[in-house]
């Protein structure tokens, strides 16, 4: 279910900027030549530009937060320049030039310059991948500009299985191995102990109401903790021919805290957790009435 490749971080910005190379490394394959920094891309370079800055922006974000160690937090940043230097379809590399006020001294590797307790001119290139409409930082590739990231061919491909219930006509699909109990279609007379009533009647008494594929259903959702892993059950539940029709799904979370904050378990997990909830909702489209 987790997909890894080969990431040269170089010498980047120390210890701050180790935590998220590995924020969404998934779904598309590719293949591209190597092109030299000064190859920057025209074509829509203004726009890729724009997201490359949100991108950058977002995740530095993360460092002004009092949950970071203090080696790695910031007081403040600022993102001085963007520049598109590759792109596929799927795929962009940008050079982001940036300036950061640290805490303390782990910020200082890498290049650019003190000054008046910030560190200025500071620059990186960085991969951005494209799923499902959206750009997510895939990897950092460091100070040097090299044939990674988007020249690197990526497999994430992964089987999905179809269940389905005839009696009432319902199916689905869900990613093998990926759900941590086998998901259920479950048909009943009553919801829990509630005798059958028009599904206006049911509907209106959900707590919480999602619409899937112009259907509507009641969810319930409950959690448990175990050890280091958070256990969700979700209850999708509808009315379909005079039945009750529930979808149970649950999934298994990693608590990323347990891991040491600079480590790589630790970037693995946040990239575990995105991917996760992509596969989530990609089950979730497959919600189907015959």
Request: proline share 3%.
């Amino acid at each position: 279910m987790k997909q890894k490749g080969n990431i040269l971080m170089g010498v980047i910005i120390g210890i701050g900027l180790s935590l998220m190379v590995y924020l969404i490394y998934m779904g598309v394959s590719y293949n591209a030549t190597t092109v030299k920094p000064e190859e920057t891309i025209e074509e829509n370079e203004k726009d890729l530009s724009i997201v490359a800055k949100d991108l950058f922006d977002n995740f530095l974000k993360l460092y002004l937060s009092d949950n970071m160690p203090l080696h790695s937090r910031l007081k403040n940043y600022t993102i001085d320049d963007t520049s598109i230097h590759y792109k596929t379809d799927n795929c962009f590399t940008f050079r982001v030039v940036f300036s950061v006020e640290p805490y303390t001294t782990g910020w200082t590797a890498g290049n650019g310059e003190e000054k008046d307790g910030w560190w200025v001119g500071k620059s990186m290139y960085i991969d951005a991948i494209k799923i499902n409409n959206d750009y997510y930082i895939r990897e950092f590739i460091g100070t040097a500009y090299g044939p990674y990231g988007c020249d690197e061919p990526v497999n994430n491909t992964y089987e999905m299985i179809e269940k389905e219930n005839k009696e009432v006509g319902f199916k689905f699909k869900y990613p093998d191995k990926f759900f941590d109990l086998e998901p259920e279609i479950i048909v009943s007379n009553n919801y829990f102990g509630s005798p059958i009533t028009t599904v206006e009647s049911f509907l209106n008494n959900c707590t919480e109401k999602v619409k899937i594929n112009n259907v509507n259903y009641c969810l319930i959702t409950t959690e448990e903790t175990g050890t280091g892993s958070i256990y969700t059950t979700y209850m999708y539940s509808t009315v379909k021919n005079q039945k009750y029709v529930t979808i149970k799904l649950i999934t298994r979370e990693t608590v990323c805290d347990i891991y040491d904050f600079s480590r790589e378990a630790y970037q693995d997990c946040y990239y575990g957790k995105v991917l996760n909830s992509l596969k989530f909702n990609e089950t979730l489209a497959t919600f189907k009435f015959n």
